[in-house]
């Protein structure tokens, strides 16, 4: 589907004009720039009529039309709107892909035949994006690159299977869109016709102009089949409700979105999965498309649960839900599913604790974000600002690592409170080289020392530290690191004091590195405060 008028219909429908039926519009044009020079980057059905152009100097335009409405050209608000028709065209198949800048594939393999067949899909499109106000051609092809050809060259075509090559040939060579410095060299060879390039042999065309170019051919003509990307992931189950009429009351949108919860559910107990990550989409009837979506902590699969963790995120937009002049289509997406286990569907009563716990992290998460509920989890590692990770509760790809317990009536190892930097300090009266200052001061304050603990050596792990110099940039160290599971820079050994002060205040200090010959005394910080 190619919108030749893209940013001159975006204009358009943001002044609110009806579309362009009468051709008694004012000629407009949109400026780009290219080499400091301004040219017609995109133009109206009636700027056209008067002999403009695209990639005209505007200088050239100017002349021709006197009083020409120019505006500067914004490809990302061209982009957002091209985005936003794609979302809408979701309705139709799941594969849908980006043609940037003016242009969107879709695979229509096995769904042609729930709109009546290709011929009633392609006319049916066309005219859902026409009556919003957007100049369109559409073609239906077996590979994306011939459908674009039709599309740009002979509108509404549909090839039959196999036939590519025989609705492509007779094509001007500018359908191919291999580039201006391509094209003038197939011109200043004589050639025409896509089909009079498709005769010359395999070696001279990729000798003339590269072995893309061949490989771009050889897609349009059928030979070769270059797949779509699909701008969304697939999901992994979904259902949805067409309506006849565009619905706005709130009640038949709940019972709508009850029913497709109830039949998800039902094929998600078929298949023996629960879903983690739900999306609804609510389309409405001028186009714009709303979606909200879920993260369970756990494989879910009862529909009054859904609906309930949906109102709630429901509650929580801050633009709340406008179904405008209604909505045509609401759909359920399981974007993510996973096989259940018999532990999470027993009647045992801890279990069903932790299915409480559970869904009360779902409420919260769908509430506030998931990224706002979170949970501590124990690394691997010795370094104290790296022992603990916070991560979404609902997170389960994070597990605990082996911690240091403590033993009844203990004295606690480490601090209540971590500050989040170490602090230096001006440590006094430290006995050399093992020992604890006797005073030290810190933001401003002195502090006498009473008792002290310690030390306790901490250091990095001895295979972490021999791999340091030679780390590999894609290794699970400088994942770790990313992440903000280890810190970035590796210190060296510390040796921790648990202190208390004659105040009765308790801290958590440590020298940073060991007494030199030379007499340079290390550094102390404070890295926590015990309660």
């Not at 011939?146 to 090839?159: D, E, G, K, N």
């Not at 179904?323 to 569907?345: Q, W």
């Not at 010795?382 to 389960?396: K, L």
């Not at 770790?480 to 921790?496: A, E, T, V």
Request: proline share 6%.
């Amino acid at each position: 589907m190619w919108l030749p008028r893209l940013p001159t219909d975006r204009l358009k429908r943001r002044a609110k004009s009806a579309p362009d039926t009468s051709g008694k519009e004012a000629p407009l044009v949109v400026a780009g720039r290219a080499s400091n020079a301004l040219f017609v980057h995109a133009l109206n059905r009636s700027a056209q009529r008067l002999g403009l152009y695209r990639g005209q100097p505007l200088a050239n335009a100017r002349a021709m039309i006197e009083n020409l409405a120019v505006v500067a050209a914004d490809e990302r608000g061209d982009l957002a709107l091209l985005d936003n028709i794609a979302d809408w065209c979701d309705r139709f198949t799941p594969l849908v892909a980006m043609d940037s800048p003016d242009g969107i594939f879709l695979d229509i393999t096995g769904v042609a035949h729930l709109f009546g067949g290709e011929a009633a899909m392609l006319k049916h499109v066309v005219e859902k994006i026409a009556s919003q106000g957007f100049a369109v051609q559409a073609a239906i092809a077996g590979t994306s690159l011939a459908a674009r050809a039709l599309a740009h060259y002979a509108h509404r075509s549909i090839t039959k299977p196999g036939e590519d090559r025989a609705m492509i040939a007779p094509l001007p060579i500018a359908a191919l869109d291999c580039g201006e410095d391509r094209l003038r060299a197939l011109k200043r060879a004589g050639l025409k016709t896509i089909a009079q390039v498709a005769e010359r042999g395999r070696a001279e065309l990729t000798a003339r102009l590269g072995a893309h170019f061949l490989t771009r051919l050889h897609v349009m003509l059928g030979a070769e089949e270059k797949p779509l990307t699909p701008r969304r992931p697939l999901p992994d189950l979904r259902a949805e409700q067409i309506f006849a009429e565009p619905v706005i009351t709130q009640e038949i949108i709940e019972r709508s979105l009850h029913t497709l919860a109830v039949s998800l559910c039902e094929i998600l107990e078929r298949e023996g999965q629960g879903l983690r990550q739900l999306e609804a989409s609510f389309y409405r009837a001028d186009g714009k498309v709303e979606r909200i979506a879920i993260k369970t902590g756990a494989p879910l699969r009862d529909p009054d649960v859904m609906l309930r963790l949906l109102n709630q995120r429901l509650d929580a937009l801050a633009d709340p839900l406008d179904p405008g002049f209604g909505f045509d289509l609401i759909r359920l997406e399981a974007c993510l599913a996973e096989k259940t286990h018999a532990a999470e569907v027993s009647f045992d009563t801890e279990e069903n604790a932790r299915w409480q716990i559970n869904f009360l992290l779902d409420r919260l998460a769908a509430r506030f974000g998931e990224q706002r509920v979170q949970r501590f989890v124990a690394q691997d590692t010795h370094i104290p600002e790296a022992q603990g990770v916070a991560v979404p509760a609902q997170e389960r790809d994070f597990t605990g690592a082996w911690t240091r317990k403590r033993q009844a009536n203990d004295p606690p190892l480490r601090p209540l409170r971590l500050l989040e930097r170490p602090e230096e300090i001006h440590a006094m009266a430290a006995s050399v080289p093992d020992g604890a200052p006797g005073r030290f001061r810190w933001r401003k304050a002195q502090f006498d020392v009473a008792r002290a603990e310690g030390p306790e050596r901490i250091a990095l792990e001895w295979w972490q530290e021999r791999l340091q110099d030679r780390i590999d940039p894609n290794s699970e160290q400088k994942r770790r690191q990313k992440l903000g599971l280890l810190p970035k820079s590796i210190p060296p050994s510390r040796d921790y004091f648990r202190i208390e002060t004659r105040e009765g205040l308790r801290f958590w200090l440590y020298r940073d590195g060991q007494y030199q010959k030379n007499g340079l005394a290390p550094r102390w910080y404070v890295h926590g405060l015990f309660a």
